[in-house]
């Protein structure tokens, strides 16, 4: 059975949101002049640039609340979706993969890296995926609860939460090696923020979008509310006794950054899709891969095709005098956005959309 699921203006709107957030805070004029709520917080703490990330692992989640469920529900074959969906999901990290060896060959200096953000999102997508077709809600709920508190238990047995000697990071170093996002050049041990241990926390994020995205789609908009105050509350609540941190992807990140991401959820189902608003970010959101790998080889490219000389001369020679270094900065990172704007608008207007 050929099944069509429901569309939401609003969730391509917000997931375009957050694609055009990632490439404003992944791609600054000048790395040394990035105003605070554009950088990640350095270990513990959570900046707006910290809920990115999650946030659009909060939307995969939703995304297949949104697109597989319907199918499954109307009669399409459970082991053909899931193979469709293990499909996607090979080729989301393949292609993270891939960036990655390109950076490593193309980029002076650069070492190769096999976690990334594209991993991460690929494994999620899967995992999401598996637990939407072959589980119940309750048990839904109780894998969220166990990779949370598991992973907590896990934090805490490991010992140290600091940098390079925790738990994550020694994993990390004994899986990947050397082939990581960071090396301490003094001890040899490496980080990635993608790593592997973090993994599962970041699947009980998805899992959260799973839940949000059934319950958008049964219409239960004031359980999403109370579920976002109890997922912030909850958050702020553990954060006292495990800190809020992306690195680590800890359990209270999770919550604190999933009630944030409901919150927005509601927010834009509500005006767009209720009141009519325009969809800003919906171009965006309709080839988001797209956008994001496309931006992440441009980010490969620019640098040999003279980034640093346009960065000086269309930006910072004139800006810095009369504005300080940080707003040629962001001025720069701005313009990136715009660029792939047109790109992806370019793309929307001919139809055109890359599905992996």
């Not at 989301?92 to 190769?112: C, E, R, S």
């Not at 994020?205 to 958008?216: D, K, M, N, V």
């Not at 988001?288 to 095709?305: R, V």
Request: a positive charge; hydrophobic letters at 55%.
């Amino acid at each position: 059975m050929n099944v069509t699921p429901r569309r939401l203006a609003s969730l391509d709107a917000l997931r375009g949101c957050t694609v055009a957030a990632m490439l404003l805070v992944n791609d600054p004029g000048d790395w040394d002049h990035v105003y605070r709520p554009l950088d990640h917080a350095a270990w513990n703490g959570c900046t707006p640039t910290d809920l990115v990330f999650p946030f659009f692992l909060f939307v995969v989640g939703v995304s297949v609340a949104l697109a597989i469920l319907p199918r499954r529900e109307q009669g399409a074959d459970r082991t053909a979706l899931m193979r469709t969906a293990m499909t996607r999901a090979v080729r989301i990290v393949g292609l993270g993969v891939l960036i990655n060896v390109l950076a490593w060959w193309w980029m002076p200096g650069a070492h190769l890296r096999f976690p990334g953000v594209l991993q991460r999102i690929g494994v999620c997508y899967a995992g999401v995926a598996l637990f939407a077709l072959y589980t119940r809600p309750r048990t839904q709920w109780a894998a969220i609860a166990v990779l949370l508190l598991g992973y907590w238990g896990l934090l805490v047995l490991g010992g140290s939460l600091e940098p390079w000697t925790n738990i994550v990071s020694r994993t990390d170093t004994a899986v990947f090696g050397r082939f990581v996002y960071l090396i301490d050049p003094a001890t040899g041990r490496g980080h990635d923020p993608e790593g592997l241990l973090g993994t599962l926390p970041s699947l009980a994020t998805a899992l959260l979008g799973l839940r949000a995205g059934c319950r958008l789609r049964a219409g239960k908009l004031g359980s999403l509310l109370i579920g976002a105050a109890l997922a912030l509350l909850l958050g702020a609540l553990w954060s006292l006794w495990l800190p809020l941190n992306k690195n680590l992807w800890t359990s209270s990140f999770v919550m604190w950054t999933a009630g944030w991401a409901t919150l927005a959820l509601l927010a834009f189902h509500l005006l767009i899709d209720r009141r009519g608003w325009p969809a800003w970010g919906r171009r965006f959101g309709v080839n988001a891969i797209a956008a994001y790998a496309g931006s992440e080889l441009m980010q490969i490219l620019l640098p040999a095709l003279g980034q640093d000389w346009l960065y000086r001369h269309l930006f910072a020679g004139w800006m810095t005098p009369p504005f300080g270094p940080y707003i040629p900065s962001l001025a720069f990172a701005m313009v990136f956005v715009a660029v792939w704007w047109l790109i992806v608008r370019a793309m929307d207007r001919r139809r055109i959309y890359l599905k992996l």
